[in-house]
């Protein structure tokens, strides 16, 4: 089975921070990677699609790359209302989540 | 609009079954697969099991296989999960989701581009 990793595990930022996440799979999954965001009570929302395409209405703050064994998820300028859970999902058998990065405001 | 709307969840003693479903609306889902991704109380996102469009590909998470089955009715626009031989480990929200299906030029991903509101199941005595 491939395994996630992703770190920070949490973090804290002012509005306007870039800040940035990384997802880390136990082999090469190419580009099949995905971000979700998940606000408390509610369920998850795809950010990111194939580690770098921006799904239809999501803000252009959010981008995604990397490839292989490595990806790097970024919000350019954080907002209030990006205070979520995000999780990275990979699919190159079946699909498996990473453990989550808590983002919240300093 | 897409919608999901899961149902069934519920308090259920170890060793019983429960079954769940999810209505689907505003797609055509006899051309989508599905999935099951559960989570937790305070925990992180797993997923549990999908189907093909035609119910011709069946996948389960090790920690299902065998106790829980997924099924289809493209017909009624249903999904469903039925769940045996249940466990405290299985009590999570259970969220169907839509795969968004999408192909490059090269293969097919598998992301999760709509979810339900998701269903609690609760196994205790």
């Known amino acids: 089975d491939i395994q996630m990793t992703q770190s920070p595990s949490s973090l804290s930022a002012s509005v306007g921070d870039r800040v940035t996440i990384t997802c880390q799979a136990s082999?090469?999954?190419?580009?099949?990677l995905n971000w979700y965001q998940q606000k408390p009570g509610k369920a998850p929302k795809l950010l990111i699609y194939d580690a770098s395409n921006l799904e239809t209405g999501v803000p252009s703050r959010f981008s995604g790359s990397g490839s292989g064994t490595d990806f790097t998820f970024t919000i350019s300028s954080l907002q209030p209302e990006d205070i979520a859970t995000y999780y990275c999902q990979q699919y190159d058998n079946l699909p498996s989540f990473g453990p989550g990065t808590k983002v919240d405001i300093k | 609009e897409v919608q999901l709307v899961e149902s069934g969840g519920g308090l259920v003693k170890p060793g019983g079954s429960l079954r769940l479903s999810c209505a689907a609306s505003?797609?055509?889902?006899?051309?989508?697969?599905m999935n099951w991704v559960r989570q937790a109380p305070g925990k992180g996102l797993e997923w549990v099991s999908s189907i093909s469009s035609s119910s011709s590909y069946i996948y389960y998470a090790d920690s299902v296989k065998g106790r829980f089955t997924i099924s289809r009715d493209n017909a009624k626009n249903s999904l469903y999960l039925q769940m045996n031989s249940l466990r405290a480990e299985d009590t999570a929200v259970y969220y169907c989701?839509?795969?968004?299906?999408?192909?490059?030029?090269?293969?097919?991903?598998?992301?999760?581009?709509?979810w339900g509101q998701g269903t609690l199941v609760t196994v205790s005595s």
């Open positions: 505003g797609f055509t889902f006899s051309s989508y697969s």
């Open positions: 989701a839509r795969d968004k299906g999408y192909c490059s030029s090269t293969s097919c991903s598998t992301s999760f581009d709509y």
């Open positions: 082999q090469d999954i190419s580009n099949y």
